[in-house]
């Protein structure tokens, strides 16, 4: 069996095959293009026994090409950031794109027991809809502390108002959105003291489905490397995975 790490960005992806005793085989890098990743299906086909081990598979910049490694039945793993970003400190390495890849590579190597990723619409769509929510909630912020600054009778004073009450009625739609869907897909989280739609829909979006966690421990475990590094979502840990 052969791990390949995959190291995904906007611009490039690098991808190192790695054997059962954690050593270096191949490395490629390639665009983030359609040819680019063609040559990344094509580096793989060379292992007949292989499992993806994949950085933030979740980021939409490498989510179509998981998304078809899933359709065609390839074995995924989601490798959380932090813990890629462990395991480096822990091997003392410098950082850069093989090393990186690598280091995800044997962050599976590391946890035989990471659940597999599986395909889910409702995820992708809880990712974009979380994500977009913070972008506008970060430009609601800004804009309503230039408006602050700005003196009554300034000549821009009506537009910034305007901006403002179209990003709140976004805003507004995006939650009724996320409400919608983990109603759907987890309704048990908006029935938890101390978290709504906004908070649920993130949590889901990235953490998954808790049921492809083999237990609860296990989907704890996750949740403290990624999706529950915030204290709003240690705090309900313990409700979530009874």
């Known amino acids: ?14 991808v190192v095959a790695l054997d059962l005793n954690g050593s270096l085989l191949e490395s490629l890098t390639v665009l983030n293009t359609t040819e680019g990743l ?21 980021n939409h910049f490498i989510a179509t090409f998981v998304k078809g490694l899933l359709e065609r039945g390839e074995t995924v793993y989601s490798i959380c950031p932090n813990l890629t970003s462990q ?3 822990r091997r003392g390495r410098k950082k850069n794109d093989v090393v990186d890849a690598t280091n995800v590579a ?19 769509e809880l990712q974009e809809l979380s994500r977009a929510q913070r972008r506008l909630s970060e430009q ?3 804009n309503r502390g230039a408006l602050k600054e700005l003196a009554d009778d300034s000549p821009v004073r009506e537009i910034r108002e305007q901006v403002i ?12 959105k996320l409400r919608s869907i983990v109603s759907r897909v987890m309704p048990r989280l908006l029935e938890l003291s101390g978290i709504g ?29 990624g999706a529950g590094k915030t204290p709003a979502c240690r705090s309900i840990l313990a409700e979530i995975v009874v």
């Open 1 to 14: 069996m052969v791990t390949l790490g995959l190291d995904p960005h906007p611009g490039t992806h690098t």
């Open 140 to 142: 609601l912020k800004s």
């Open 197 to 225: 739609a906004i908070m649920a829909g993130t949590l889901l979006a990235e953490a998954g489905d808790p049921q492809r966690f083999p237990s609860a421990d296990h989907f704890a475990s996750y949740l403290r490397e």
């Open 106 to 124: 044997r962050a599976l190597l590391a946890n035989p027991r990471l659940p597999l990723l599986r395909s889910s619409h409702s995820q992708r």
């Open 165 to 176: 009450g179209i990003l709140v009625i976004q805003l507004k739609e995006l939650r009724r």
């Open 87 to 89: 395991y480096r400190s």
């Open 38 to 58: 063609a040559q990344l299906q094509l580096f793989a086909s060379q292992f007949s026994l292989r499992r993806w081990a994949i950085e933030g598979a979740g």
